[in-house]
T-cell receptor, first 114, second 116 residues
Framework: DVKVTQSSRYLVKRTGEKVFLECVQD?????MFWYRQDPGLGLRLIYF???????EKGDIPEGYSVSREKKERFSLILESASTNQTSMYLCASSPAPLLHNEQFFGPGTRLTVL | AQSVAQPEDQVNVAEGNPLTVKCTYSVSGNPYLFWYVQYPNRGLQFLLK??????LVKGSYGFEAEFNKSQTSFHLKKPSALVSDSALYFCAVRDSWGGSQGNLIFGKGTKLSVKP
């Protein structure tokens, strides 16, 4: 079974803090994704990566950055957390080719910024 | 631009009755369509997908979906609902022409509630 793990299930941070969300997958997938999920808005793509050290902006990249130094690990960074970044963050991975394959999701990190 | 719509925020059914969760889409090329389910405080789980071929796709937990090209729909169905099917369901589409860099576009989700 594909396993995608996220470093924390719940996280509480203060405004202005730098926040790191870590995601690890164990199936040697080329593609990895970060989404945020908000009620009534569904899932929105923040960033994705299709290879080590490669990254592409998704639909809502503002206020976020990412890092992919190793194939299995994809990190989401909130440079200076703000209250409007309070959300559920979901990491996903998928094998190549991108078009035909489903994504496998981690359990999510519920981030609260006070 | 590609898009996907789930017209119902919530669907209520009685246990044992058939259920349908609706999804319509818009793409430039041919659609690749996916259904996911999310149980409370969990990540999304893949249910089924349509890439090509048979319009009726069977997936996990007894779910199936029918691809209808003329109506641009991909409704999720199950003949007999279970209380344990209560969850949030997401439809997602990807454009075969690689629109949006080939990424999935998700609907806003439909909450399914199955009462005993």
């Amino acid at each position: 079974d594909v396993k995608v793990t996220q470093s924390s299930r719940y996280l509480v941070k203060r405004t202005g803090e730098k926040v790191f969300l870590e995601c690890v997958q164990d199936m040697d997938h080329e593609n990895m994704f970060w989404y945020r999920q908000d009620p009534g808005l569904g899932l929105r793509l923040i960033y994705f990566s299709y290879d080590v050290k490669m990254k592409e902006k998704g639909d809502i990249p503002e206020g976020y950055s990412v890092s992919r130094e190793k194939k299995e690990r994809f990190s989401l960074i909130l440079e200076s957390a703000s209250t409007n970044q309070t959300s559920m963050y979901l990491c996903a991975s998928s094998p190549a080719p991108l078009l035909h394959n489903e994504q496998f999701f981690g359990p999510g990190t519920r981030l609260t910024v006070l | 631009a590609q898009s996907v719509a789930q017209p119902e925020d919530q669907v209520n059914v009685a246990e044992g009755n058939p259920l349908t969760v609706k999804c319509t889409y818009s793409v430039s090329g041919n659609p690749y369509l996916f259904w996911y389910v999310q149980y409370p405080n969990r990540g999304l789980q893949f249910l089924l997908k349509y890439i090509t071929g048979d319009n009726l796709v069977k997936g996990s937990y007894g779910f199936e979906a029918e691809f209808n090209k003329s109506q641009t729909s991909f409704h999720l169905k199950k003949p007999s609902a279970l209380v344990s099917d209560s969850a949030l369901y997401f439809c997602a589409v990807r454009d075969s022409w690689g629109g949006s860099q080939g990424n999935l576009i998700f609907g806003k989700g439909t909450k399914l509630s199955v009462k005993p």
